[in-house]
């Protein structure tokens, strides 16, 4: 069983469909734009996280190998 959406606001169209709208393609061209952008923003994080890893992990190791 589902839940009703409701009645539509005045003035708004309807809550539903939108197959009247004649930009699509352009509404895709955002999303692909957006896609984009996001997986280049993960791997940057990723290569920045990788690195500061690496250099806690070597600091690390510099500070085991000074004798005490």
């Known amino acids: 069983m589902s839940i009703s959406?409701?009645?539509a606001d005045g003035g708004q169209g309807g809550k539903l469909g939108h197959s009247n709208q004649d930009h699509?393609?352009?509404t895709e061209e955002i999303k692909l734009?957006?896609?984009k952008r996001r997986r280049?923003?993960?791997r940057k994080?990723?290569?920045e996280g990788l690195k500061e890893?690496?250099?806690e992990t070597t600091?690390?190791?510099a500070d085991d190998a000074e004798p005490h």
């Open 24 to 26: 699509w393609e352009y």
């Open 40 to 42: 280049l923003q993960s």
């Open 33 to 35: 734009a957006a896609k």
């Open 53 to 55: 890893y690496l250099e």
């Open 45 to 47: 994080q990723t290569a």
């Open 5 to 7: 959406k409701g009645k």
């Open 59 to 61: 600091n690390d190791r």
